[in-house]
T-cell receptor, first 112, second 113 residues
Framework: KNEVEQSPQNLTAQEGEFITINCSYSVGISALHWLQQHPGGGIVSLFM???GKKKHGRLIATINIQEKHSSLHITASHPRDSAVYICAVRSNYGGSQGNLIFGKGTKLSVKP | EAQVTQNPRYLITVTGKKLTVTCSQN?????MSWYRQDPGLGLRQIYYSMNVEVTDKGDVPEGYKVSRKEKRNFPLILESPSPNQTSLYFC????????????FGPGTRLTVT
């Protein structure tokens, strides 16, 4: 079983729809990242969370530490939001301070 | 402009021919890391460095070497590349570890024949 699971794997939406991408993890963590990988391959950081909720423009990220779950929401989706969204966590366990564990990503396609 | 650069962006090579992929950042970041991305497997960490002269293995270090002699540079060395190292490689950096925002390079697509 993967330590970081994302759902759904693929998502197709119509422009304007509200979108939710989920990330569940099985280890104790001290930080969770949401990343966006554009069709051209480049990766950008969207959010880094350790608790609560963050908002940036139309994007909202939440995390529930007790339930080991995070969600990424996109409001009023647009075709330019089409990308792969990746969840990554820093585990609390062991002595590794620099280790990131990744989910396999959610491929989002927003149709006009 | 704050950025992470990688060179080369594309490389086709043959089995056994040593190669180096360079990574450089201009943000004075302490933390740097290398990842590979493969279809169906996602991103996996190869090596990381918490600071100059401090490196540690990630999840898939076999067949790779790194060094961190200067703060800004973190080259990835493949001493004897094999076809199973064909992949898309990303370098990333952050201020002080993985609890900080990560900045990624543009990626290097490596093909080993």
């Amino acid at each position: 079983k993967n330590e970081v699971e994302q759902s759904p794997q693929n998502l197709t939406a119509q422009e304007g729809e509200f979108i939710t991408i989920n990330c569940s993890y099985s280890v104790g963590i001290s930080a969770l990242h949401w990343l966006q990988q554009h069709p051209g391959g480049g990766i950008v950081s969207l959010f880094m969370l350790s608790s609560g909720k963050k908002k940036h423009g139309r994007l909202i990220a939440t995390i529930n530490i007790q339930e080991k779950h995070s969600s990424l929401h996109i409001t009023a989706s647009h075709p330019r939001d089409s990308a792969v969204y990746i969840c990554a966590v820093r585990s609390n366990y062991g002595g590794s301070q620099g280790n990131l564990i990744f989910g396999k990503g959610t491929k989002l396609s927003v149709k006009p | 402009e704050a950025q992470v650069t990688q060179n080369p962006r594309y490389l086709i090579t043959v089995t056994g021919k040593k190669l180096t992929v360079t990574c450089s950042q201009n943000m004075n970041h302490e933390y740097m890391s290398w990842y590979r991305q493969d279809p169906g497997l996602g991103l996996r960490q190869i090596y990381y460095s918490m600071n100059v002269e401090v490196t540690d293995k990630g999840d898939v270090p076999e067949g790779y070497k790194v060094s961190r002699k200067e703060k800004r540079n973190f080259p990835l060395i493949l001493e004897s590349p094999s076809p199973n190292q064909t992949s898309l490689y990303f370098c990333a950096s952050s201020l002080r570890g993985v609890s900080y925002e990560q900045y990624f390079g543009p990626g290097t697509r490596l093909t080993v024949t």
